[in-house]
C-alpha cells in the first residue's frame, strides 16, 4: 500500500477515493484512513449497466474498470460543490479555492464563506508567527 500512495503523493494529496461498492472494501478504508482522503460510495452497490455509463475510457481487465467506474462516480459526486466553490470564489486566489475545497470535503457542510475567513483567517495569524 504504501508504494501505491507514495505513488499518488507524486501527483498530490488525495482528497477523495472513490468506491463502486456501498460498503467500502477494507483497502479502500485504509487508503482513507493513510490519506486522509474522504471515501465516496454509491447507496447501493453500483450495477454494471451503471458502471458502463460513467467507463468510456478502455481498460484492461475488470478491476480497471470497476476503478475507472469508481473515481468518475466520485468525481460526479463532488463537481457540484466544487462548481459551487468556483463561482461564489471567482477571482479569488487559487490557493485559496484549493484550500476551501478541501476544507469543506474533509469538515463536511459548513459555508463556503465561513471558511473563506476561517483560511484567510489562519493565514494572516501564520504569517505573524
Not at 482522503?37 to 484492461?60: G, H, N, S, Y
Amino acid at each position: 500500500m504504501n508504494k501505491v500512495i507514495n505513488e499518488i503523493y507524486k501527483f498530490g494529496k488525495p482528497v477523495v477515493v472513490g468506491t463502486d461498492k456501498s460498503k467500502a472494501p477494507y483497502v479502500i478504508n485504509k487508503f482513507s484512513a493513510e490519506t486522509g482522503a474522504k471515501i465516496i460510495k454509491p447507496k447501493t452497490d453500483m450495477k454494471l449497466e451503471e458502471k458502463k455509463q460513467f467507463v468510456i475510457v478502455k481498460t484492461r481487465n475488470s478491476h480497471e474498470f470497476d476503478a475507472v467506474a469508481s473515481a468518475v462516480f466520485a468525481f460526479k459526486q463532488i463537481k457540484p460543490l466544487f462548481d459551487k466553490i468556483d463561482k461564489k470564489l471567482r477571482g479569488e486566489d487559487k490557493k485559496i479555492i484549493r484550500l476551501v475545497k478541501k476544507t469543506i470535503l474533509e469538515e463536511g457542510n459548513i459555508s463556503i464563506a465561513l471558511t473563506v475567513n476561517k483560511i484567510k483567517k489562519n493565514q494572516v495569524l501564520g504569517s505573524q508567527a
